[in-house]
């Protein structure tokens, strides 16, 4: 694995844990960690149960007892590790966004694609995916149960930022992360929202902001952002706050999208809606363990009802503690673990693909122009 701040905690237990709790059929080594500080990598490796650390990701990629590369890092270094990787027959799993652009994501899915051929996978970390009441959605949208979908409606909003103060982090910088609130957490609800409905955003209407044009360089670092120094010196902000579009997709649906880490009091509310024409149903990861459902055949006395997916018959859930005993964040991680091992071992694709993640990036980019030129409606 390759970094181990947020995300690679989260991946790091996830493959220490999916082996304890689920039958695979591959066993994972968490056999090295690479990171730039000797020091703090071999800390973090022995922290997060990694055998060794490495300080340069080629080393990775050169080691013959390493099959899988799993990278954690800015978006700025995803194509090149990850083509590196493919190119020398290593399975990948790649954080999302994919990539800070298109071209890259097209580049990234190539070598995907001819790795493929040999049988060598990649698979883009759209973690909430796993999320056992969100894969509920998916199940219920592809029995029918909705009808076809007029409608979706989602959000993801936190509030790390709303201090002008918190400090001027890589996530701030375009260079390294690419944008802010739309790739970082826009990403997820784009993605989300193509695979519950099943269809293809074709094109968007979108407006951007960045609120707080600079930030202090230093200061106190906690968790996403933290405090900084408000007398002392600052630099630019150079990704949006904020975006926001509407959107149409091409089983003729309508979406309203709204990404925001300015939104006080939602600390992580990533929200999926989708009405159809014999149902609607609503999910937030807020309360991540319930998948609101209503049914129109039983109207006069029709309401939204709240189904708890936590019985051993929801996906994933069977494998862990017993009915109504809910599951939390890093769960989805563990089950992305699951089913990147089970899909290499039986010689299939996993999902998402790259492919997959390509088609998030290309929204992101209409967003991203669209909002360039007065909302313009930008085609996918």
């Not at 080629?58 to 590196?84: K, T």
């Not at 029995?143 to 959000?155: D, E, F, M, Y």
């Not at 209407?205 to 044009?213: G, I, N, P, Y």
């Not at 492919?355 to 122009?369: F, N, P, Y």
Request: with cysteine; charged share 20%; hydrophobic share 45%.
């Amino acid at each position: 694995m390759i970094g181990y701040a947020f995300m690679g905690a989260a991946h790091s237990h996830a493959w220490r844990t999916a082996p304890r709790f689920f039958d695979l059929p591959l066993a994972p080594n968490m056999t090295a960690l690479a990171g730039r500080d000797p020091e703090r990598v071999a800390a973090a490796a022995s922290k997060l149960g990694w055998d060794s650390s490495e300080t340069d990701w080629r080393r990775l990629i050169e080691r013959d007892d390493i099959d899988l590369i799993d990278i954690c890092v800015p978006g700025n270094l995803h194509a090149e590790i990850a083509i590196a990787a493919l190119e020398a027959g290593k399975h990948v799993l790649c954080e999302k966004p994919l990539a800070n652009s298109v071209e890259e994501a097209e580049r990234m899915t190539a070598a995907a694609e001819a790795a493929k051929a040999q049988g060598v996978y990649a698979m883009c970390g759209f973690s909430y995916r796993r999320t056992p009441a969100l894969s509920l959605a998916k199940r219920l949208v592809d029995s029918g149960a909705l009808g076809p979908i007029r409608h979706v409606r989602a959000q993801y909003l936190q509030d790390w930022l709303t201090d002008e103060n918190a400090p001027l982090t890589w996530r701030l910088d375009k260079s390294l992360s690419g944008s802010g609130s739309l790739g970082d957490i826009g990403a997820h609800i784009i993605d989300a929202a193509q695979w519950v409905s099943g269809a293809d955003i074709t094109g968007v209407s979108a407006l951007m902001e960045t609120f707080v044009k600079e930030r202090p360089i230093g200061g106190d670092f906690v968790g996403l952002g933290g405090t900084g120094g408000a007398d002392g010196p600052k630099g630019p902000v150079t990704v949006d706050d904020a975006a926001m579009f509407t959107a149409r997709f091409d089983d003729g649906a309508v979406g309203v999208f709204e990404a925001t880490r300015f939104a006080l009091g939602r600390k992580n509310a990533m929200r999926v809606e989708l009405n159809g024409t014999k149902a609607s149903l609503a999910f937030d990861f807020e309360d991540m363990n319930s998948l609101w459902f209503y049914d129109a055949s039983e109207e006069p006395n029709a309401g939204f009802r709240r189904i708890q997916a936590t019985e051993p018959e929801h996906p994933y859930t069977g494998n862990w503690w017993p009915v109504g005993h809910g599951l939390g964040y890093e769960h989805a991680f563990t089950h992305q673990v699951v089913d990147l091992v089970g899909a290499i071992a039986n010689g299939e694709q996993p999902t998402p693909s790259f492919a997959d993640a390509l088609r998030v990036q290309k929204v992101l980019a209409a967003v991203e122009a669209s909002a360039g030129n007065e909302s313009r409606w930008t085609a996918v």
